[in-house]
């Protein structure tokens, strides 16, 4: 079975940093581009940071950048996310989304989400 | 940045409506759209790709069309199962982007 299980979430003080990860199972993970797409509650969904399948290119949105970094492990079939300078906008449901091809593509797994809330 | 506009916001429908969403993209970006939904305190689901693909699995009453800038997202029969919010997002380069969303109420 595909899947996508997310872990590392919880409440961090503004300023914070956090590591998010995401352990997939069912698919050849190299073989795919993988993103990290938040929703803040009762906000529609927001894309965060891509990686291409190779892990040699990676993308952020201009919200995080310089803040989040994305990785792969393909040898362990992980994807991570690490979030630094964290700030109350940031407070969201993660979710760890798996796309169609090996670059940026369309989102046909996702995970079930992890929930990071950024406050004092 | 690419930006998405969906509309409407919300809209309120009773089974067996034929239901409309529209995306439009601020530029041609081809046929890389896809349609997600979302219900509440769950993850989104991949209803269709490349603007009119129906994923695997998904109902033959969703279908998707349109190119360039303008895309439609059709449920021909609407059934208590498709109450939920649906969702554009385009790829036709990174930074991909979503559009805002429309709730699909019950009227």
Known sequence: ?120 | DIQMTQSPSTLSASVGDRVTISCRASQSISSWLAWYQQKPGKAPKLLIYKASSLESGVPSRFSGSGSGTEFTLTISSLQPDDFATYYCQQYNSYLLTFGGGTKVEIK
């Open chain 1, 1 to 120: 079975e595909v899947q996508l299980l997310e872990s590392g979430g919880g409440l961090v003080q503004p300023g914070g940093s956090l590591r998010l990860s995401c352990a997939a199972s069912g698919f050849t993970f190299s073989n795919y581009a993988m993103s990290w797409v938040r929703q803040a509650p009762g906000k529609g969904l927001e894309w965060v940071s891509g990686i291409y399948g190779s892990g040699g290119s990676t993308f952020y949105a201009d919200s995080v950048k310089g803040r989040f970094t994305i990785s792969r492990d393909n040898s362990k079939n992980t994807l991570s996310l690490q979030m630094d300078s964290l700030r109350a906008e940031d407070t969201a449901v993660y979710y760890c989304a798996k796309e169609m091809g090996i670059t940026y593509d369309s989102f046909d797994i996702w995970g079930q989400g992890t929930m990071v809330t950024v406050s004092s």
